[in-house]
């Protein structure tokens, strides 16, 4: 067993895992946390996606051990002040069906606006590449996204915009 | 008829809960203490079981083993055909089939505990993996292989073809297409006292309940299955949880702890059900004037190893078979042969897709040969209202196929689309566009008098508070029924959409209204819904929200709450004779047409979806937004079938069981999609609705297959429709 300690949703965390521990067993058995999912275990599916020092990753593929020092964000840390922009725009547009696959693109789409605020349909095609759906065909997902992009182009010259 | 709440973009009940992660899907649910479960499979294809081993030097005194000697009641899947054993004792059919089952509170040392334990089969080498191969006999799984043989006929075929100007044959493949929902099947299960309680991720909890009384015999009272969020199901959790909940119970019993069990995705994929692959042979007779009047098919589906639920998939894959036409002298024979596969079950579309895929391919092949246009043809054959199906089945006003058929040339502007098609392509030397149409229906409800032996109850209970709860076995899939049904219900009653809430899934608190499949929820079940809230204003009559609840207080008195239940009545004049296959094999259809614009490389010969057009007649649209995602993600799914997915079967067993080789649409491959709905209100569906789940499925592969026919001139028989099918056909029709 290894001891690490890092940031969890802004709390400071110390744990001790196995070297053979994956970050996402770990969020989900040891620390409680559901938001990630395992879809496929193999880095493939996105939906065990979190914010490791801003940067979507997929847990699944991560070792535990390796996130020491580090800062680490999920959709309860997303969720934990009321929903984001981003949440509310995913509610208003009934963009997910079974939802399985929302929790890793509330993720993705949050790192997406944090670094362009603006991003075009292509950008988000891009973002949200690695993220499946076998749902929604898509389309409302991207719709969301681009209504906030919309909106953020259009305010951008007031409020200079944050996006959550 | 002007409604409130139907017809509204309500905000769907669950969509808080999933996009800020607090959804609980089994695999969220973690007891203080419980026990890791897994299954032990075969590692041969085809064999006789010899024994299992377990390690004499491994210490296994924190496990828990389960084989068949352990079931209390019968060693069987309950199904159709219950002929499935739950746990093999003898006989191997398929690679992966279980055969024991172990568990451990730790997961880690679970796999320890896997490596510790060898199987001993005595291995047949050889294996039948297609349809060919099982009709060649190339070993009898069965006797002759065939499962089971359906006809459907009308006319004499024999004189039609005589007659026949124009006669046009082939034979149509399609492959296993996994559901590939994003959630593995999970189920956790426990035992209270005499009480087995099974919760996962399931379809149809009181098939569930049905399974589990079989292995274990018990009563209704002592089994109680309850629903937890499902992360997309497409049928793939129609059946199979039927299974894994009673392995789940099996270690439970054993365990004393809530045991929970959840696939990894190469197991899912590997054991679990999928589309059933087919070939389709059809031959079509044309008179002088290009009318249809004879059609022959015969119609295989490759049952995988065992019957299981096959015979309905291929009743609904033959009576969707003879398309949106009205055809004189048909005849369909369906065979369901043997595989060394797994089992395969339901999927969307449930068997119409593979016909249809053959049915609107072959029609535009047809038309190629003749030298007239797809459209012309399909407007001469289609059925009319007052026209009938081959099964004899009158239709009177629910015909809409020329209708959607109208409005799609319509919205699509077609002679300004062909002429920039047919620009496009003489100026390219690189790349050709082509269009394409599939026009085709989905009949909802269970086929023929299944809705009458179903014979469904749900119900609503009205609480003190004058708020209303919605009790049904239909589960909340993504799809949007717990929405859709509140909807009904608030309608049907004239209350605000808030003071409808929906019980817990759970077959001690809601009653069987049936499984959640066939398209039938919104249309049957939502119907019978509707007329339990009739019966609530029968007994209560108010005018007023406030008038409501001082009469709901008025009318209960002391008690807590009161309970309306109705059962499914079978509209008056459909006759259906199971024998003969003749009569209404479905209350009523929904109607629809594609029209798909791709653009072809032809240096690498694949295929970029550009638009894709959808006009469907599904009664009156209870929420438009939740219908029109149905269709977007029924599309989607229908592309991946026509483009990519293809399960591979390499040395007995599935090679691509994972998101890298089994390719599903990601978001990069979409299309423009434009859905649309024409209005036709069904009757006896509430407040006009009809079933629309399955329909989106059926059409795509053939819209697909006739536009790469109208950009290359090249005909395609099988599914998938890939690169190297296309440049081959292409490269050999130069
Ligand atoms: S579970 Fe990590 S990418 Fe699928
Ligand atoms: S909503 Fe079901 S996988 Fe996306």
């Not at chain 1, 580090?70 to 939802?99: P, R």
């Not at chain 2, 043809?377 to 009938?388: A, C, K, P, T, Y």
């Amino acid at each position: 067993m290894n001891k690490i300690t890092f940031i969890i949703n802004g709390e400071k965390r110390s744990i001790y895992v196995e070297p053979n521990d994956v970050l996402l067993d770990v969020l989900r058995d040891k620390l409680g946390l559901k938001s990630p999912k395992c879809g496929c275990e193999r880095g493939d599916c996105g939906a065990c996606s979190v914010l490791l020092n801003g940067k979507s990753v997929r847990s699944c593929l991560v070792f535990a051990i390796e996130v020491d020092g580090c800062e680490i964000e999920t959709v309860e840390g997303i969720s934990q002040n009321g929903l984001s922009v981003v949440q509310e725009a995913f509610i208003e547009m009934n963009s997910f069906q079974c939802g399985f696959c929302a929790p890793g693109v509330v993720i993705a789409t949050t790192e997406l606006l944090r670094k362009n605020s603006t991003p075009t349909k292509e950008e988000i095609k891009e973002a949200l590449a690695g993220n499946l759906c076998r749902c929604t065909g898509y389309t409302p997902i991207l719709e969301a996204v681009e209504k906030i992009s919309h909106h953020n182009k259009h305010n951008s010259d007031n409020t200079g915009g944050t996006n959550e | 008829m002007k409604h409130k709440v139907v017809g509204a973009n309500v905000t769907r009940v669950d969509v808080k809960e999933k996009v800020t992660g607090a959804a609980k899907y089994t695999d969220d649910i973690q007891p203080d203490s419980f026990y890791w479960g897994a299954q032990i499979g075969s590692n041969v294809v085809s064999g006789v079981l010899k024994g299992v081993i377990k390690n004499p030097d491994f210490d296994w005194s924190d496990f828990v083993y389960v084989d068949a000697s352990d079931i209390p009641g019968e060693n069987e899947v309950e199904s159709v055909v219950s002929d499935m054993p739950l746990l093999a004792t003898k006989e191997i059919r398929y690679w992966g089939q279980p055969i024991a089952l172990l568990a451990h509170r730790d997961k880690h040392q679970l796999e320890e505990g896997l490596k510790n334990i060898k199987i001993e089969i005595e291995e047949n080498p050889i294996y039948v993996s297609t349809i060919d191969e099982s009709l060649s006999l190339k070993k009898e799984i069965i006797p002759q292989n065939i499962f089971k043989k359906r006809k459907i006929e009308r006319g004499d075929i024999e004189s039609g073809f005589e007659n026949a100007k124009y006669v046009f044959e082939d034979i149509y493949y399609t492959p296993h297409q996994e559901q590939m929902y994003i959630e593995p099947n999970a189920i956790i299960s426990w035992w209270e006292g005499e009480k087995i309680v099974v919760k996962g991720s399931m379809q149809c909890p009181y098939y569930v309940q049905a399974s589990i009384k079989t292995v274990f015999h018990k009563e209704d009272k002592d089994v109680e299955i309850i629903q937890a969020y499902v992360g997309g199901a497409f049928g793939g959790k129609e059946d199979y949880p039927s299974i894994l909940g009673a392995h789940a119970a099996l270690l439970a019993m054993k365990a004393n702890e809530p045991v929970k069990m959840v696939y990894e995705r190469a197991q899912d994929i590997s054991i679990t059900t999928k589309r059933h692959p087919s070939k389709t042979t059809i031959k079509m007779g044309f008179d002088e004037n290009h009318k249809l009047t004879t059609l022959q098919m015969e119609f295989i589906l490759d049952g995988g190893s065992y019957e299981t639920m096959s015979s309905v998939i291929l009743a609904r894959g033959m009576l969707h078979a003879f398309g949106p036409y009205e055809i004189p002298n048909v005849k369909i024979d369906g065979i369901i042969v043997a595989t060394n596969t797994p089992p395969n079950g339901a999927f969307r579309g449930f068997g119409a897709p593979q016909s249809f895929f053959a049915t609107e391919s072959h029609i535009d092949y047809c038309a190629l040969k003749m030298g007239i246009s797809p459209f012309k043809l399909r407007e001469i054959n289609f059925v009319q209202r007052g026209g009938s199906f081959p099964t004899g089945q009158l239709l009177e006003n629910d015909v809409m196929i020329r209708e959607v058929y109208d409005e799609l040339l319509k919205r699509v502007n077609y002679p300004v689309l062909r002429k920039e098609i047919d620009d496009f392509n003489s100026l390219s030397n690189t790349k050709r566009r082509g269009f394409g149409i599939a026009t085709f229906f989905h009949g909802a409800g269970f086929t023929g008098s299944g809705e009458v032996r179903l014979a469904s109850i749900a119900g609503i209970r009205l609480d003190k508070n004058g708020k209303v709860a919605v009790l049904v076995a239909n589960t909340e899939m993504g799809q949007g029924a717990h929405t859709v049904l509140s909807q009904i219900v608030a309608e049907a009653l004239e209350l605000p959409f808030d003071m409808i809430y929906m019980e817990e899934v759970n077959t001690q608190k809601v009653p069987n209204s049936g499984p959640t499949v066939a398209s039938r929820t919104t249309m049957i079940v939502g119907e019978v819904l509707r007329r339990a809230c009739v019966k609530m204003r029968d007994a209560i009559k108010y005018n007023s929200l406030d008038d409501y609840l001082e009469k709901v207080s008025q009318y209960l008195g002391d008690k807590e709450s009161e309970s309306f239940f109705q059962q499914h009545l079978q509209p008056p004049k459909i006759k259906w004779d199971d024998v003969n296959y003749r009569g209404d094999a479905y209350g009523t259809y929904a109607w629809a047409i594609y029209g798909v614009e791709i653009e072809v490389d032809l240096r690498s010969f694949e295929v970029t979806l550009k638009n894709i057009i959808s006009v469907m007649d599904i009664g009156e649209v209870v929420h438009p937004i939740l219908a029109s995602g149905q269709i977007e993600g029924g599309i989607v799914q229908s592309m991946g079938y026509a483009l990519y997915e293809n399960i591979i079967f390499k040395n007995g067993r599935f090679w691509n069981a994972d998101f890298t080789n089994y390719i599903i649409p990601s978001i990069v491959d979409i299309p423009k999609m434009d859905v649309s709905f024409l209005n036709n209100p069904y009757s006896y569906g509430p407040f006009g609705a009809k079933g629309i789940g399955e329909l989106p499925m059926n059409g795509g592969a053939p819209a697909v297959n006739n536009a790469i026919k109208d950009a290359l001139g090249i005909h395609l028989t099988k599914l998938p429709l890939s690169p190297e099918q296309i440049m081959e056909a292409y490269e050999r029709d130069l």
